[in-house]
C-alpha cells in the first residue's frame, strides 16, 4: 500500500494527508457551511483524483471474485469474506452493525443511483463481530435470574436462529409445564414437519431461560448441553452443509463430558450404547451432579435412524439415556416411538403467519409487503402453507429483489430449486421404501382426483400393501387427509408434488414411462367407476334427501344416530309421501340399519307402488322379503330389479344368500339341501355374470366366493350326518 504514508509522484501530500484534508472541507462546507461555485469545482476534481489514488494503493487488498465468494489476498494470504458486502450484484453500503436478541445484522442500503433501498441481512453467529462470544471451551457458565435471586447453568445452547419470533405461545407453555413438573416424565418429544420451526422453538425458549429466568420453585438444571443431528440448514444463501457430523447417537452423550474435560480421550471412544451412558453417568456422578441437574437437547434426531429397526434402537437409548443420566428433549420430523412428552410443532394460526410476515416485512425491507393489505398477507401465508421457514424465504426473496409478492410466491411454489426441496423432504423420503416411493411418483402423474381407491390401485399396481403406505404417509407431512370412514381424500401439498415429480424425472430409464403407464390405467379405472358410480347412485340420492328432513335424517345415519335418523326419516315422508326414492331409503334403513324387516315391507311395499320401475326399490323389497323368510316373492322382486337395471350378478348372489340362510334355520330338513344345492348354482352363475366394469364387481365378487365356500361346508356337514345315521347300528 504504497503511498498512503509515502509521498507520492505528481502528488504533494501523501494519502493519509488528503483524506485528512478532505475531511476537514466535508465538516467546513457541505456538513455545516455554504458551498459556492468555484469550492464545487475545485473540491468535485480533488475528490475525484482522491478516490483514484486509493484505488491504485489499496488495489492489491480490494475483495475480488463472484458474488456467492469473495477473497482479499494480503502479500500470499488469501482471505475469504464471510460479511456480505455484495447482494444481487450491487455493493452494500453499511450503516451500521447491531445485535438484536442474539442474532447479529447489517443495517445498510444497496448501492445504486437509481433504487438505493435499505436493506437487513442477518450475520452467522460465527461473524467477527460476536467474537466476544467465541471461546475454545464448548460450556460457559450462564447466570440466570431467578425470582429470589439467581443461579449459575453450564449450557451450550446456540443464540437464536431468528430475531423475529412470533407465536408458539402454547408450545412453549408446554415445555415450560413439562419442565417444571420433573417427576413427570424424564423425556420430551418436539415434533413437526421440516420448515415448522421445531429448532427455532426449542432455542428460543432455552435462549429466553438463560436471559430471563424461571419462576419461583421451577427446578433449574444445572448442565444443559445442546446436541445437533441436522445434517442441512436452509440460509440465505440456499442449503448449508454441515460438514463432519457423525451418525452414532453416543456423540450426544459424549457432548456431556465437554463440561469437564477440554478434550476427550480415547477411552470415551472405545465403548458404546450401555457401555457409554453408565461411564457417562458414573462420571457426574463423581463430581457430584445428579440426574435431575442435568438436561440434554438433541436435535432432528430423524436423522440417526433411517429404518424401523434403527428408530426401536434409538427409541431404546433415548430411555436409558433418560432414565440413567439426565432428562432429555429431542426435535425429530416423525413422531418417534419413545415414552416421552408430545409438543406437536404444526402450521402458524393465520393470524400468527399474517403477524410473522409483517414483521418480517418491516425488519428486512421487503416494500411490496409492508404496503400489502392483510387479505393478500393472508392469501400468501396460506400458499406457503402457514410454514414460518417458507414465510422467512418469501420476504427475504421480496426484500433483495425488490420484486412483488406474487413473483416471489411464483419463484418459491413453482420456481424452486433443487436444495429448498431437499431440504424439506429428502429425510422423509428417505426413510421409505422403494416401493412406497414408486407410489408417490405415480400419485403426481394421475389426473385423476386422489382417493383411497385410487391409491389403492396404484398400490396394487406397484406391488405393495395400502396399508404399508398409509403408513408411510402417517410419518411425514406430505399430504393433507380427509377421512370418510370407508375412504378418504388425499390432497398432496404443492411443493411435495415438485419434489416427486423431481424425483420421477431423476429415475432410471424406463421407470418413468412406466409411472406413466401405471398411471394412465388408474385414471381410466377411476373414470369408469365415476359413471358407473354416477349412475347407480345420482338420481335416487337426489331424489330421496330434497327436504332438509331427509338431508338431516342422512346425517344422522352417518353419524349412527339412529334415533334421530329414524325421527327425521318419519318427518320427511309426511312432508313428500309421494317420493317414492325417499320411501325405498326408509325401508332400507329400517332394514341395514335398525334390523327391523317387518316395518319395513310397508315403505318397500309403497315405493315399489309409486314407482314400478325402479330397480332400487324392487331390490330393496326382495331383501326385506328373504329377510321375513318369503323365497317365492323375494325372487319374484329379485327378478323385477333384474329387469328394471340392477346387475345379473347382484340379484343372483342376494337369491344364493336367501338360500343359504334359509337352509341354516333347519340344516338337516329334507329340503335343506336341496336348497343349497340351488344356491351353490346361483353364486356360480353370478360370478360367471359379474361385469368388469361393475363399481361394485369387486365386492360382489368377494361375497360371492365367501358364500360359495360357506355353501360348499354346508353340504358337506349335511352329507357327513346322513351317511353317519346310515351306518350307525340300530338301537334296541
Not at 475531511?23 to 455554504?34: C, Q, T
Request: net charge neutral.
Amino acid at each position: 500500500m504504497k503511498g498512503w504514508f509515502e509521498n507520492s509522484e505528481c502528488f504533494e501530500k501523501p494519502i493519509i494527508s488528503a483524506l485528512i484534508a478532505w475531511l476537514e472541507f466535508r465538516n467546513k462546507r457541505p456538513a455545516h457551511g455554504v458551498l459556492d461555485a468555484p469550492t464545487t469545482e475545485l473540491w468535485a476534481q480533488q475528490t475525484g483524483d482522491l478516490i483514484q489514488r486509493i484505488l491504485k494503493t489499496q488495489a492489491d487488498a480490494l475483495p475480488q471474485g463472484s458474488e456467492a465468494r469473495l477473497t482479499a489476498q494480503v502479500g500470499d494470504i488469501i482471505i475469504p469474506i464471510t460479511t456480505p458486502l455484495i447482494i444481487d450484484g450491487n455493493a452494500i453500503v453499511i450503516g451500521k452493525i447491531v445485535p438484536r436478541n442474539g442474532v447479529w445484522k447489517i443495517k445498510g442500503q444497496i448501492l445504486s443511483w437509481t433504487a438505493a433501498r435499505d436493506i437487513t441481512i442477518d450475520l452467522g453467529p460465527q461473524n467477527i463481530f460476536a467474537a466476544e462470544a467465541h471461546t475454545s471451551e464448548k460450556f460457559r457458565w450462564s447466570d440466570v435470574p431467578l425470582t429470589n435471586g439467581s443461579t449459575l447453568v453450564l449450557n451450550n445452547i446456540p443464540v437464536r436462529q431468528t430475531a423475529t419470533f412470533v407465536g408458539r405461545k402454547k408450545e412453549q407453555d408446554k415445555l415450560s409445564e413439562w419442565l417444571k413438573n420433573i417427576a413427570d416424565s424424564r423425556a420430551c418429544l418436539v415434533f413437526g414437519d421440516g420448515g415448522f420451526g421445531k429448532t427455532t422453538l426449542v432455542l428460543e425458549f432455552f435462549n429466553k431461560f438463560l436471559e430471563d429466568g424461571v419462576d419461583a420453585g421451577c427446578p433449574v438444571p444445572t448442565v444443559v448441553s445442546y446436541y445437533t443431528a441436522k445434517k442441512t440448514k436452509w440460509t440465505e444463501e440456499g442449503l448449508a452443509h454441515f460438514k463432519g457430523i457423525s451418525d452414532a447417537m453416543e456423540d450426544s452423550i459424549r457432548e456431556l463430558i465437554y463440561c469437564f474435560d477440554p478434550v476427550l480421550g480415547k477411552e470415551w471412544y472405545k465403548i458404546e450404547g450401555r457401555s457409554l451412558i453408565d461411564k457417562v453417568a458414573t462420571r457426574f456422578s463423581e463430581e457430584g451432579f445428579s440426574r435431575d441437574d442435568i438436561l440434554l437437547i438433541i436435535d432432528n434426531t430423524e436423522t440417526l435412524a433411517t429404518s424401523t429397526a434403527d428408530a426401536e434402537a434409538l427409541a431404546d437409548f433415548i430411555a436409558q439415556v433418560a432414565r440413567r443420566i439426565g432428562r432429555v428433549i429431542i426435535t425429530s420430523r416423525r413422531r418417534e416411538l419413545l415414552a416421552a412428552e408430545p409438543i406437536q410443532v404444526s402450521q402458524l394460526s393465520e393470524t400468527e403467519a399474517v403477524e410473522l410476515i409483517k414483521e418480517l416485512g418491516n425488519e428486512y425491507g421487503a416494500h411490496a409487503i409492508s404496503m400489502a393489505g392483510d387479505r393478500v398477507l393472508r392469501k400468501a401465508c396460506t400458499s406457503l402453507m402457514y410454514k414460518p421457514l417458507l414465510i422467512d424465504t418469501l420476504v427475504r426473496y421480496v426484500a433483495r429483489s425488490s420484486s412483488s409478492i406474487q413473483d416471489g410466491l411464483d419463484q418459491i411454489l413453482r420456481k424452486t430449486n433443487d436444495e429448498l426441496l431437499e431440504f424439506l423432504y429428502e429425510d422423509a423420503w428417505a426413510r421409505m421404501n422403494a416401493l412406497v416411493q414408486e407410489v408417490f411418483m405415480v400419485l403426481v402423474s394421475l389426473a385423476s382426483p386422489l382417493d383411497g381407491k385410487c391409491v389403492g390401485d396404484v398400490c396394487k399396481e406397484i406391488g405393495v400393501q395400502h396399508a404399508e403406505f398409509q403408513a408411510s404417509l402417517g410419518e411425514t407431512y406430505f399430504a393433507t387427509i380427509v377421512d370418510h370412514g370407508e375412504s378418504y381424500d388425499l390432497e398432496i401439498v404443492e411443493l411435495a408434488k415438485k419434489f416427486f415429480l423431481q424425483k420421477k424425472q431423476r429415475a432410471p430409464n424406463g421407470n418413468a414411462e412406466r409411472f406413466e403407464n401405471i398411471a394412465f390405467k388408474v385414471d381410466k379405472q377411476a373414470t369408469e367407476r365415476y359413471e358407473i358410480d354416477k349412475n347407480y347412485r345420482m338420481d335416487r340420492v337426489a331424489d330421496a334427501y330434497r327436504s332438509e328432513y331427509a338431508k338431516a335424517a342422512k346425517i344422522a345415519t352417518i353419524k349412527k344416530d339412529f334415533e334421530t335418523a329414524k325421527v327425521s326419516f318419519e318427518l320427511a315422508i309426511l312432508e313428500e309421501p309421494l317420493n317414492a326414492a325417499l320411501q325405498e331409503r326408509y325401508a332400507s334403513f329400517l332394514l341395514r340399519s335398525l334390523g327391523k324387516a317387518d316395518v319395513a315391507l310397508t315403505y318397500a311395499q309403497r315405493s315399489t307402488e309409486l314407482d314400478p320401475h325402479s330397480a332400487d326399490s324392487w331390490l330393496t323389497l326382495g331383501l326385506i322379503k328373504y329377510q321375513l323368510n318369503d323365497l317365492v316373492n323375494g325372487d319374484s322382486a329379485m327378478d323385477k330389479a333384474m329387469t328394471y337395471g340392477k346387475a345379473k350378478s347382484l340379484c343372483l348372489l342376494r337369491k344364493a344368500i336367501a338360500r343359504y340362510h334359509h337352509a341354516r334355520q333347519e340344516p338337516y330338513g329334507r329340503r335343506s339341501l336341496g336348497g343349497l344345492k340351488e344356491a351353490e348354482v346361483l353364486v356360480k352363475q353370478s360370478m360367471q355374470t359379474t361385469l368388469p366394469k361393475d363399481f361394485y364387481s369387486l365386492k360382489n365378487q368377494r361375497e360371492a366366493e365367501k358364500y360359495s365356500a360357506l355353501i360348499r361346508s354346508l353340504i358337506l356337514k349335511i352329507n357327513k350326518r346322513e351317511i353317519s345315521s346310515i351306518n350307525a347300528p340300530e338301537r334296541l
